[in-house]
């Protein structure tokens, strides 16, 4: 085949070839709207309202937060103190948890709000070497099984900011998720 044959064939083809992707987006049903539709869905903007006694029912579960502070006393697994470089800090907040199933909340997403709105996740790289539990919405597996729970999680903020609220997420209940504040 020769470069006249071979640009031929591309100068032959060029309009099918560039009409191939909008004809698979249309043939497929994806438009714009059900893209942005899935899009927002999926993006948590709708908070849970915590109701009596602080506690939050979200996702078949009861949770409640028991305490949000800075943690000073954070060890690694020499047992020696641990901080965070620089000016971070590390904030550790305690949930209860009442579920009917042990696995109700199984995968979801802890953050810590700080007073600006901005979230950090639970757990993050600073955090390595520090001994301290694996972020969790579900009972330690070591435990004796029991519907009623706590959980300590562990977050870490820049020097200047402060606790909030803590947001427990599940991807199947989207857009709502659990906002805790220590006042309820």
């Known amino acids: 085949m020769t470069s006249t044959q071979s640009r031929g064939w591309w100068r032959h083809n060029r309009w ?4 191939v992707v909008p004809s698979l987006v249309v043939a497929i049903g994806f438009t714009y709207s059900t893209a942005y539709n899935a899009y927002w869905k999926h993006h948590p903007r709708e908070p849970v309202a915590a109701g009596e006694g602080g506690w939050v029912s979200y996702g078949g579960a009861r949770i409640r937060l028991l305490g949000l502070a800075p943690a000073y006393n954070v060890k690694d697994y020499g047992g020696k103190p641990f901080g965070p470089p620089g000016t971070a800090r590390i904030w ?8 009917s199933d042990k696995d109700t909340l199984a995968g979801c ?6 007073t600006d709105g901005r979230t950090y996740s639970a757990g993050p790289s600073e ?8 972020p969790s ?3 330690d597996s070591l435990a ?4 009623r729970y706590e959980v300590a999680v562990y977050f870490v903020l820049p020097g200047t900011a402060k606790g909030a609220a803590v947001r427990v997420q599940l991807d199947t209940k989207l857009p709502h998720y659990a906002r805790l504040t220590a006042a309820g």
Request: charged share 20%; with cysteine; proline share 9%.
């Open 137 to 139: 919405c579900t009972q």
């Open 92 to 99: 550790r907040a305690t949930l209860a948890f009442e579920v």
């Open 127 to 134: 955090l390595r070497g520090a001994r301290v539990p694996y």
């Open 109 to 114: 997403d802890l953050l810590l709000e700080d």
């Open 144 to 147: 004796t099984p029991s519907p």
């Open 16 to 19: 099918g070839l560039i009409a």
